[in-house]
């Protein structure tokens, strides 16, 4: 910061070396989760760029592409996809049509249809990217790796489940190729997802060794407080409550949800989805009106984040439903309930083994009306 301040009073806010340090600095901040002070540099960049370049330069479309992912992670795709369109908008202006960060753009555009819930455009866009990739590096380059793990997460959200697993295994072939079998975070992350993949498989036993592989990788990487660290408990959490093992599921959820609510604006979708999953646990274990405050939690960020027919929204209504309905508050549970059955009776996609446990709880409910 002070090397920043002595150019700044030497050269200007819009040297380039200022410019390049404070891109620099925003990257670090972003490593670390501090997403406020990582997202407030970035713009500024992005002004001092569009000032000194016009709108359809390259390094505008960078920075631009940056904050397209920090949007992402900070769970707001709408604009994260935004930025992206616009971003690769100019690198199609700028560069020959085979250029890989044209390449990267469809890739990433891709990610943010897909986190919208749009996956017919999400499979054109990753197809486009991919044989794209593949015609400039070959199938042994790390970001073709990135491509493939999103392309196994496409087919994992529309329940193509042996297909997810095998894309899964692709990319993570890949990464070890290029890293190594040390710790690497696209290796964690191939790890992680693997697992939840091999846990929609009910493969158990696999799920959890694959997942406890991610965590301790993680740790190790970023320490305890990391949200890929959260990412991880919360997928081994619900290995251990499909498997019965309620104490260890809810103290493993429980861990998710309190680093996700330290690293992670408070309207995130990931702390909603973490707090859902500890509320089944404790649904599990009896104890409503402990899975109550979280439900409702959960409903107040993700009513308006997921779709009218959103699997996660089936799900999410059913559990409110079944908390308000032990604790003796049927007419409260009767419109979730309702609400529920129109959409899980609707999905056929997405069928993982918490929408099937929400359907079989759904069906006891509607059994007592």
Do not use: C
């Not at 498989?201 to 993680?218: I, S």
């Amino acid at each position: 910061l002070r090397a920043i301040e002595l150019r700044r009073e030497t050269g200007g806010d819009d040297a380039p070396a200022i410019e390049s340090e404070l891109h620099d600095l925003a990257n670090l901040y972003m490593d670390q989760e501090r997403w406020e002070e990582a997202e407030a540099i970035m713009r500024d960049v992005l002004t001092i760029r569009t000032r000194v370049h016009g709108t359809d330069h390259v390094d505008v479309a960078t920075i631009m592409w940056n904050l397209a992912v920090l949007r992402g992670r900070v769970g707001d795709d709408a604009e994260s996809e935004a930025l992206h369109r616009e971003a690769l908008r100019i690198r199609q202006a700028v560069f020959p049509r085979g250029h890989p960060s044209i390449a990267r753009s469809f890739s990433q555009l891709a990610l943010a249809a897909q986190n919208r819930g749009r996956f017919d455009d999400a499979e054109k866009l990753y197809q486009l990217a991919l044989a794209r990739w593949e015609d400039l590096y070959g199938r042994q380059h790390p970001h073709l790796g990135n491509i493939l793990a999103n392309i196994a997460t496409l087919r994992f959200r529309t329940g193509r489940f042996d297909e997810a697993a095998e894309v899964s295994r692709q990319a993570l072939d890949i990464w070890r190729a290029v890293f190594g079998d040390g710790d690497h975070s696209s290796i964690a992350s191939g790890v992680s997802n693997l697992g939840v993949i091999e846990r929609e498989r009910g493969d158990y036993g696999e799920a959890a060794r694959l997942l406890q592989e991610a965590v301790t990788m993680r740790r190790r990487m970023y320490g305890d407080s990391h949200s890929t660290v959260a990412l991880s408990l919360k997928a081994l959490g619900g290995v251990r409550l499909f498997q019965g093992r309620l104490d260890e599921a809810m103290e493993l959820l429980a861990e998710s949800v309190e680093i996700y609510a330290q690293q992670l604006p408070g309207d995130h979708p990931a702390i909603a989805h973490a707090r859902v999953d500890l509320a089944v646990a404790l649904l599990e274990d009896g104890r409503p009106d402990d899975a109550l405050p979280l439900l409702e939690q959960a409903m107040a960020v993700l009513n308006t984040r997921l779709g009218a027919d959103d699997p996660g929204r089936g799900q999410l209504e059913t559990w409110l439903s079944a908390a308000l309905t032990r604790l003796g508050r049927d007419a409260e549970a009767a419109p979730h309930q309702d609400e529920a059955w129109r959409v899980l009776s609707e999905v056929a996609a997405s069928d993982t083994e918490f929408t099937r446990r929400a359907r079989a709880e759904l069906e006891r409910l509607r059994g007592r009306r």
